[in-house]
């Protein structure tokens, strides 16, 4: 899991809680006597939560891959964003394999 960052989450980059629910609308409130608590909308329902009981959604970004042969040795192509964009750049000089999903979690 991504380690909580109050400021992104308050600037609405996309927040789960510990069961993986989205959290939505994340505020802080300050009162006078110091203290400060947090709340979000999760499955419509208003929330507080602890910084501990939240953590920032990964962002899964994916795309296709052309996997070849070429002099003996495996390649890939260039990602694209759907895959028949990538099937429709197949290699002709090269050995094609397959097309596949690839998916990076940031």
Do not use: C
């Not at 505020?27 to 006597?33: A, I, L, R, S, V």
């Not at 499955?43 to 970004?61: C, E």
């Amino acid at each position: 899991m991504k380690k909580f960052n109050l400021e992104l989450a308050l600037a609405g980059e996309p927040v789960i809680d510990k069961e993986g629910n989205d959290v939505r609308q994340v505020h802080q409130f300050n009162f006078n006597d110091g203290s400060v608590i947090l709340v979000g909308i999760t499955k419509g329902v208003l929330q507080r939560y602890f910084p501990s009981q939240l953590s920032m959604k990964p962002i899964i970004k994916n795309g296709w891959v052309n996997i070849y042969t070429y002099n003996g040795k495996l390649m890939t192509s260039a990602v694209y964003s759907t895959e028949q964009r990538a099937l429709n750049q197949k290699d002709r000089n090269s050995s094609y394999i397959k097309t596949i999903l690839i998916n990076d979690s940031k």
